[in-house]
């Protein structure tokens, strides 16, 4: 599993949530589906600490994280 920022843009606000998916793909479809079963059922999404009308969003960015690897301990030797 790869950990996935998934930004969310209504006009001036915007909201992201941080999540695990097999594939980048897969974040998309869960995230598509979602938007589109709350537009439908007349629903706000709830993402963090914000409510989002769906029929408001104007965009969705799906980022890969990497998380950011230890410093090598000080004379450790690092092959390339």
């Known amino acids: 599993m ?4 998934i930004s969310f843009h209504c006009g001036q606000v915007s909201s992201f949530a941080v ?5 980048k793909a897969g974040a998309f479809q869960k995230w598509s589906t979602k938007i589109k079963n709350a537009i439908g059922a007349q629903d706000l999404i709830e993402i963090g600490d914000v409510l989002i009308a ?3 969003i104007t965009f969705v960015v799906v980022e890969e994280l990497i ?14």
């Open 2 to 5: 790869t950990k996935y920022k």
């Open 19 to 23: 999540e695990e998916h097999e594939t």
């Open 54 to 56: 769906p029929n408001q």
């Open 67 to 80: 998380e950011r690897a230890e410093e090598p301990a000080a004379g450790a030797t690092i092959e390339v």
